[in-house]
């Protein structure tokens, strides 16, 4: 066991509501998280405390959203961190779970998000792979439709969100995993592609196949360094964590002009 002290600084729900604020949170709007927990430093009572400050500025009137994707329900043939032996592709496929969006866990997008996910009352929305989940007075809304052949476009809750006046809040997290930026690729000239995952039908579990724009976060990054030093961002720091917070409809119509011209689309 360690006995090395935490680096801190600690984090409370007031500290980091407080933090919030500041930052310029408002009660009653609609807000896109996304976060990396360790970087806010030690967070007394840990993600739940998070979630519980966050519900806090919001407030009744308010909505919290959380991407709780399950990109492991996939083809494995596009495996690769790590791939598996392409003699067990059609077991798996076989075999996998069909997306349930009361069990089926987030996966790859932190611990945040599931906390979201299994929180009372959280509504979750019906992609196999590209769920998202919401807490508060709009969550129904935003998150009913999300079509299985749009993982993060016009049928999805990102579109929905645009709508509602969202902003972005990157919680220690960057540019990187900004999903608002995916909508943009729906707007643009974007090859196609097979998509392929686990789900339920009307006759039962299936595994399918459907056409989807081909979704790539490459250069997400550069993206939004243009896009913070072009137009208005508000950056700060929450616990120990840098974070951004800012218009999501500004930053896919800014990603919408930037993607052709710095990032061209490929072949498919």
């Given at each position: 066991?360690?006995?090395?002290?935490?680096?801190?600084?600690?984090?409370?729900?007031?500290?980091?509501?407080?933090?919030?604020?500041?930052?310029?949170?408002?009660?009653?709007?609609?807000?896109?998280?996304?976060?990396?927990?360790?970087?806010?430093?030690?967070?007394?009572?840990?993600?739940?405390?998070?979630?519980?400050?966050?519900?806090?500025?919001?407030?009744?009137?308010?909505t919290l959203v959380v991407p709780t994707h399950s990109g492991d329900n996939s083809d494995p043939a596009n495996w690769g961190n790590p791939p598996v032996p392409e003699?067990?592709?059609?077991?798996?496929?076989?075999?996998?779970?069909?997306?349930?969006?009361?069990?089926?866990?987030?996966?790859?997008?932190?611990?945040?998000?599931?906390?979201?996910?299994?929180?009372?009352?959280?509504?979750?929305?019906?992609?196999?792979?590209?769920?998202?989940?919401?807490?508060?007075?709009?969550?129904?809304?935003?998150?009913?439709?999300?079509?299985?052949?749009?993982?993060?476009?016009?049928?999805?809750?990102?579109?929905?969100?645009?709508?509602?006046?969202?902003?972005?809040?990157?919680?220690?997290?960057?540019?990187?995993?900004?999903?608002?930026?995916?909508?943009?690729?729906?707007?643009?000239?974007?090859?196609?592609?097979?998509?392929?995952?686990?789900?339920?039908?009307?006759?039962?579990?299936?595994?399918?196949?459907?056409?989807?724009?081909?979704?790539?976060?490459?250069?997400?990054?550069?993206?939004?360094?243009?896009?913070?030093?072009?137009?208005?961002?508000?950056?700060?720091?929450?616990?120990?964590?840098?974070?951004?917070?800012?218009?999501?409809?500004?930053?896919?119509?800014?990603?919408?002009?930037?993607?052709?011209?710095?990032?061209?689309?490929?072949?498919?």
């Open positions: 066991m360690s006995t090395t002290p935490p680096a801190g600084p600690l984090c409370t729900r007031g500290s980091l509501a407080a933090d919030l604020r500041t930052l310029g949170l408002h009660p009653g709007e609609t807000l896109l998280l996304h976060t990396s927990l360790s970087s806010l430093g030690w967070v007394c009572g840990g993600a739940g405390t998070v979630v519980r400050a966050l519900l806090d500025v919001l407030g009744d009137d308010g003699g067990w592709w059609a077991d798996i496929r076989a075999s996998m779970p069909a997306y349930d969006a009361r069990t089926t866990p987030a996966f790859g997008v932190g611990v945040l998000p599931e906390t979201v996910r299994t929180w009372p009352g959280a509504v979750r929305s019906a992609h196999p792979q590209t769920s998202f989940a919401a807490l508060g007075a709009r969550a129904a809304g935003l998150m009913d439709g999300h079509a299985p052949d749009c993982r993060l476009g016009e049928r999805s809750p990102l579109a929905r969100l645009e709508e509602a006046g969202a902003r972005v809040l990157l919680l220690g997290a960057g540019f990187d995993s900004c999903t608002a930026f995916h909508l943009a690729e729906y707007r643009i000239p974007t090859p196609q592609a097979d998509n392929s995952f686990a789900a339920m039908t009307p006759t039962g579990r299936r595994w399918l196949t459907v056409r989807d724009t081909a979704i790539s976060a490459d250069r997400f990054d550069a993206l939004g360094t243009s896009f913070e030093a072009e137009r208005p961002v508000v950056r700060g720091t929450v616990g120990a964590a840098p974070s951004r917070l800012f218009s999501l409809a500004e930053a896919v119509a800014y990603a919408t002009s930037w993607l052709p011209k710095h990032r061209p689309p490929t072949t498919s």
